[in-house]
């Protein structure tokens, strides 16, 4: 078993993967694990959502509805949730607090759904986080099914990994973002 620094450092994200996915009680068992993040107040302001099958069609459908867009523009972003098997729409749940602000309880979210990324990654599933500009959309949030204190954050798009994707991972160097104050 890695360790949570090489599991982190070998992370990247799949913008491509196969037609196999995890069944849903492999994702619980590594949303179990995801949802050790901090949480204050023990709040757990977040839900995952699995979305197979017809569901990423009716997610297509509402992201084409939201655009405005019309003919192939509509058509192809109504074909993006089609790019995998699996997608874990990530909701973040505000439950008003006198001393967590929602911004904190989104932070607790966004750590469940990085978390799990890590996860995925580590068993071997390719996923990648994507959100875009209809994310938040009130036709998005309704096929969702979200509630009033609800809010999407994006969605992580899970597959199986092509023959020969895991290649090293490239881009910029490291360069850690630190200061120190004295």
Request: charged share 20%; proline share 8%.
């Amino acid at each position: 078993m890695a360790s949570v620094r090489e599991a982190v450092l070998a992370r990247r994200s799949a913008p491509k993967v196969t037609d196999v996915a995890p069944d849903d009680a492999t994702i619980i068992e590594l949303l179990v694990a995801a949802e050790r993040v901090p949480d204050h107040a023990a709040l757990r302001p977040w839900r995952v959502i699995a979305l197979r099958g017809a569901a990423r069609s009716r997610l297509g459908a509402a992201l084409a509805e939201a655009s405005g867009l019309t003919g192939d523009a509509a058509s192809r972003l109504a074909a993006k949730p089609e790019r995998a098997p699996l997608l874990l729409a990530i909701v973040a749940t505000s439950t008003p607090h006198p001393k967590v602000p929602q911004w904190e309880q989104d932070a607790a979210a966004a750590g469940v759904a990085h978390l799990l990324s890590l996860l995925l990654d580590e068993a071997g599933w390719g996923v990648m986080w994507r959100t875009g500009p209809y994310t938040r959309h009130a036709l998005v949030a309704a096929m969702h099914g979200l509630g009033a204190n609800e809010h999407l954050l994006g969605w992580l798009y899970v597959g199986g990994v092509p023959e020969g994707a895991r290649a090293a991972r490239t881009g910029l160097p490291p360069a850690p973002r630190f200061s120190s104050l004295d």
